[in-house]
């Protein structure tokens, strides 16, 4: 059963009369629950309960953190809860069944995943430097250093991922397995699955005994209610992951907080992917079929979509783009996660259909409140360098074709582009190396993320995988959301001075009684110091 209200303290609890409904977007009718607005209330007493569990929260060992994340997994994955998730996420995204099964696969992963690195506890990355009472001319002091845990984490979830990016997705796991409390600022779009998450972290709190402003859950539609949170004193860090408009409004208000805190902003991303002639030659029509299906998977709603497709103009090309426009155009109509985001992609369509010059390769007819169907655009190269229009991102099932005369046409234009998420490369054996080796050089020197031969679309949640990329991808190119180092984004280094055994973290005593791998005088070793 659904309550309609915050998640504070370890209590259900609402002090406004202003409600709000999240609306089935096959249909466009409103679902039943009427969720209550946060407002300043909330958001005081949610971050004073967070800060309060940090007293303990911060000290707790790793294995601690690790039983946390591993028993909102298993909560998660009990058959009932499992089916009431996805039955509301269904009805609050129109996401289909087997993509939620899969994606709250991968939320409990990734839950496992924060908890397996919380119990190994090697992410803390214990550095020691041990004295040397006899150096001249000064003697070496003992130094040890090590990642040690913010605070409060602000975590606004994303419309597109309900589960993997929703109240207990990647920011909040990684946020937790540092050590650090987590309040949710819930999704208007699916604030019953959020409501439902929260309800299972709840179960877990209680059975284990956690400090109850470990977690909250917010709701509210306006921005006000994020605004409240990111400055308010309490915070210390902010995960997001959506528009650049918000994220960068976000960032603003964070910076301009009298103590700033980092906002960790996933933002937009449009994904260059280049076709090069080789390619073309070899397998047309398998890069067509593949293309067309990572354009149109999530119906387009993936931050990752390639939404960019540069190619050389010329008689393999030109056939390459005819096929991939025939198969756009057979693909079915999708619904979008809410109406909102129809009326966003259709303005975005209808900016690039401004452009003098644009050619529209497919007819992108939609019916329904938020369905849609593909759109494949195309333009030149130099019409694609003067027109702003064309360099915004279509957050859907759709994507702009630019033929280049040739490679140093191409490469000219992959200067232009702003930070990205990724960028692909479809090479053939025909293929000069130094083309391909300048192609990934100007994408390696934009994204976070090179992908060769492939389609960026499907993030491998593991220790090597790099989500983020330059501005305005993100507002933080040195980080990753997705994988396993997003727990660097939630922690700070501190070093020790002279400090008695007794006093330091047991990851940092000189016996090394968590049998770490640290840095010991420069070099690895798990032996004591």
């Known amino acids: 059963m659904l309550t309609g209200k915050h998640l504070?303290?370890?209590?259900?609890?609402?002090?406004?009369?202003?409600?709000?409904?999240?609306?089935?977007?096959?249909?466009?009718?409103?679902?039943?629950?009427?969720?209550?607005?946060?407002?300043?209330?909330?958001a005081e007493s949610a971050l004073r309960a967070a800060l309060s569990a940090f007293t303990q929260t911060r000290t707790f060992a790793g294995t601690d953190h690790a039983d946390f994340l591993e028993a909102i997994a298993a909560e998660i994955e009990a058959q009932e809860t499992a089916a009431a998730l996805i039955g509301i996420a269904e009805q609050e995204t129109a996401l289909p069944p087997a993509r939620l099964q899969g994606e709250l696969a991968r939320t409990t992963g990734q839950l496992r995943l924060f908890a397996r690195i919380a119990r190994e506890g090697s992410w803390q990355e214990a550095v020691i430097d041990t004295p040397d009472p006899a150096r001249q001319p000064l003697p070496k002091p003992d130094l040890r250093r090590i990642l040690r845990p913010i605070g409060p984490v602000i975590v606004f979830d994303a419309s597109n991922f309900?589960?993997?990016?929703?109240?207990?997705?990647?920011?909040?796991?990684?946020?937790?397995?540092?050590?650090?409390p987590v309040i949710v600022k819930a999704h208007p779009g699916h604030a019953g699955t959020d409501e439902m998450m929260a309800q299972a972290v709840l179960r877990v709190v209680n059975r284990l005994?956690?400090?109850?402003?470990?977690?909250?859950?917010?709701?509210?539609?306006?921005?006000?209610?994020?605004?409240?949170?990111v400055t308010h004193p309490a915070a210390e860090a902010v995960g997001f992951t959506g528009s650049q408009s918000a994220g960068r409004a976000l960032f603003n208000l964070a910076s301009a907080r009298p103590r700033p805190i980092p906002v960790f902003a996933e933002m937009g991303s449009v994904n260059p992917l280049v076709v090069l002639p080789g390619a073309v030659q070899e397998r047309a029509e398998t890069i067509?079929?593949?293309?067309?299906g990572s354009i149109t998977m999530g119906v387009g709603q993936f931050c990752t979509k390639p939404g960019l497709i540069f190619y050389i103009d010329d008689q393999g090309g030109r056939r390459f783009t005819e096929l991939l426009a025939e198969r756009l155009e057979v693909?079915?109509?999708?619904?979008?996660?809410?109406?909102?985001?129809?009326?966003?992609?259709?303005?975005?369509i209808k900016s690039w259909q401004g452009v003098d010059g644009i050619q529209t390769r497919t007819t992108g007819a939609s019916s329904g409140a938020a369905n849609c169907r593909p759109w494949l655009l195309e333009t030149d190269s130099a019409l694609w360098r003067g027109a702003d229009e064309l360099h915004e991102e279509a957050f859907g099932p759709a994507a702009l074709l630019v033929r280049c005369?040739?490679?140093?046409?191409?490469?000219?234009?992959?200067?232009?582009?702003?930070?990205?998420?990724?960028?692909s490369i479809h090479t053939g054996a025909s293929d000069e190396p130094s083309n391909v080796r300048s192609v990934v050089g100007h994408l390696e020197a934009r994204v976070g993320r090179v992908v060769?031969?492939?389609?960026?679309?499907?993030?491998?949640?593991?220790?090597?995988?790099?989500?983020?990329?330059?501005?305005?991808?993100?507002?933080?190119?040195?980080?990753?959301s997705v994988g396993a180092f997003a727990i660097r984004r939630f922690a700070r280094p501190i070093a020790y001075q002279n400090l008695p055994d007794a006093l330091l973290p047991p990851e940092l005593q000189q016996a090394n009684p968590l049998g770490l791998l640290r840095m010991v005088n420069g070099e690895w070793t798990q032996a004591a110091a």
């Open 8 to 42: 504070i303290q370890g209590h259900w609890t609402a002090t406004s009369d202003q409600t709000f409904q999240s609306v089935n977007p096959k249909t466009g009718e409103a679902l039943p629950t009427r969720f209550t607005e946060a407002g300043a209330e909330e």
């Open 162 to 180: 309900p589960f993997a990016f929703g109240a207990c997705g990647g920011d909040t796991a990684s946020a937790l397995a540092a050590g650090n």
């Open 209 to 229: 005994g956690l400090p109850a402003g470990i977690f909250s859950l917010l709701q509210g539609t306006g921005t006000e209610i994020g605004k409240l949170l």
């Open 288 to 292: 067509a079929d593949g293309l067309a």
């Open 331 to 348: 693909s079915n109509e999708g619904t979008l996660l809410y109406p909102a985001l129809r009326t966003r992609f259709d303005e975005t």
């Open 405 to 423: 005369t040739d490679t140093e046409d191409l490469l000219s234009a992959l200067d232009l582009l702003p930070g990205q998420l990724t960028g």
């Open 452 to 480: 060769f031969n492939g389609y960026p679309t499907g993030v491998e949640v593991g220790f090597a995988m790099q989500h983020g990329g330059p501005y305005p991808a993100t507002t933080a190119s040195g980080t990753t």
